[in-house]
């Protein structure tokens, strides 16, 4: 017994030894260390493996060959009266800016992999721990990055590259299909945004109470049409509902459209005796925003019934052009859908906005997530989401649909 309180005793003085303390705290930050110099080891196994994608992605991209034309353009708008053509000199312009954006791109992701290798080696060779949260942070971004591009090479299709028409149309349900309609407005501008696109509107109606009962918007960039055309389709809202008095649980629906933009009017044409054109008078709020005149205008594709309109301009000639471009974009997004050799093939299509076709839902109570029913990609934070990050689920469909 007597040994136990000895054995006892001499453990208590080597915890609560001063030195022994001392000696403790240097032992755990040596062990934080090592363990973060591992992580630091992790990395570099991680960047390396990340190399040869990188590599494969110059060629993907053809990047010499954007070099080569780069060169080429610029020599071209040098010459004498090339600016004479406004119509040509915007289209050669506009193209040297998507290729050096290609370029710069790449060259930025280069750049970042050189970084964040460097400061690997740098952290281990000086055993400083405290680039870790750096590297972390940069790693992310990089690896999203990576991805991002990775997945722009998969869009090989007939219009993928182009700018897109992206319209919505709210479901049954009045004020509240209404108001998700146009909270999916503002989550698409806002993820334009993010990307540096341009958003022109082409068409907007105010709701009754609130929100839109339909808006149409384009979206300028590269490859903007390849990327949002995973947004076709209807999405779904579940929530309290702020317009019920009772603070009962809604559920909402609203279709979205998404259509390539068509500038060759020789690549789909419109047929004058295929139209058939209504002109009326812009709805508003009222006041200065009632249009006088019958500006607003709405065709009606006799062939397969598809129907566009627009209001947003003050001339009619804008709004008819307006209602020109939607359709070309809506017959060239069948066309490309079916698989179709011509337009005359289209036949009128009436997309169901109902709950069993549904492609993804939001879901804000009783919990918070969106979840995507074709590619299973879920996001919990839906605030987010309606802020526009919508990256992971345009992402998640291209990888599904490159790997069927």
């Known amino acids: 017994m007597g040994r136990f309180w000895d054995v006892k005793n001499a453990i208590k003085k080597l915890i609560y030894n001063p030195a022994?303390?001392?000696?403790?705290?240097?032992?755990?930050?040596?062990?934080?260390?090592?363990?973060?110099?591992?992580?630091f080891e992790e990395y570099k196994v991680k960047l390396n493996g990340a190399k040869p994608t990188l590599d494969m992605l110059r060629d993907a991209l053809k990047l010499d060959a954007a070099a080569k034309e780069i060169e080429e353009l610029e020599a071209a708008s040098e010459r004498d009266g090339f600016w004479n053509d406004v119509e040509n000199s915007q289209k050669v312009q506009k193209r040297i800016s998507v290729l050096k954006n290609k370029v710069e791109s790449y060259n930025k992701l280069c750049t970042a992999w050189d970084d964040l290798y460097t400061l690997c080696e740098m952290a281990i060779e000086e055993d400083d721990d405290s680039m870790l949260e750096e590297l972390q942070t940069g790693f992310k971004a990089f690896s999203e990055k990576l991805e991002s591009i990775r997945l722009s090479t998969l869009l090989t299709g007939e219009y993928d590259a182009n700018n897109a028409l992206l319209t919505i149309h709210p479901g049954a349900g009045g004020t509240e299909a209404q108001d998700w309609a146009s909270m999916l407005y503002r989550m698409y501008v806002r993820w334009a945004e993010r990307h540096n696109y341009k958003c022109t509107v082409m068409d907007y109606q105010d709701g009754d109470e609130a929100g839109i009962k339909s808006a149409t918007i384009k979206i300028e960039g590269e490859n903007?049409?390849?990327?949002?055309?995973?947004?076709?389709?209807?999405?779904?809202?579940?929530?309290?509902?702020?317009?019920?008095?009772?603070?009962?649980?809604?559920?909402?629906?609203?279709?979205?459209?998404?259509?390539?933009?068509?500038?060759?009017s020789k690549e789909i044409e419109l047929r004058d005796e295929d139209i058939k054109m209504d002109v009326y008078r812009s709805s508003g709020a009222g006041g200065q925003k009632v249009n006088k005149t019958s500006s607003a205008v709405r065709l009606t594709h006799l062939p397969t019934g598809i129907v566009v309109s627009s209001q947003v301009e003050r001339s009619h000639f804008q709004n008819l052009e307006n209602c020109k471009e939607m359709l070309r974009a809506k017959l060239a997004e069948i066309k490309e859908r079916e698989h179709l050799e011509k337009i005359s093939d289209i036949k009128g299509v009436?997309?169901?906005?109902?709950?069993?076709?549904?492609?993804?839902?939001?879901?804000?109570?009783?919990?918070?997530?969106?979840?995507?029913?074709?590619?299973?990609?879920e996001n919990g934070n839906i605030q987010n989401v309606m802020d526009g990050d919508i990256d992971g689920f345009i992402n998640a469909y291209l990888s599904k649909r490159a790997n069927t």
């Not at 022994?20 to 090592?34: A, D, M, S």
């Not at 390849?226 to 779904?236: A, D, K, P, Q, T």
């Not at 009436?350 to 299973?376: H, N, W």
């Open 224 to 264: 903007a049409y390849g990327f949002l055309r995973s947004e076709h389709g209807v999405h779904r809202l579940v929530r309290i509902s702020p317009f019920d008095a009772n603070a009962r649980r809604q559920t909402s629906f609203a279709a979205v459209e998404v259509m390539p933009e068509i500038t060759d």
């Open 20 to 39: 022994n303390f001392v000696y403790n705290i240097k032992v755990t930050k040596l062990q934080r260390l090592l363990k973060h110099m591992i992580e």
């Open 350 to 377: 009436q997309m169901k906005i109902d709950f069993g076709s549904a492609i993804r839902s939001y879901v804000f109570m009783p919990y918070q997530l969106v979840k995507d029913t074709r590619s299973e990609f």
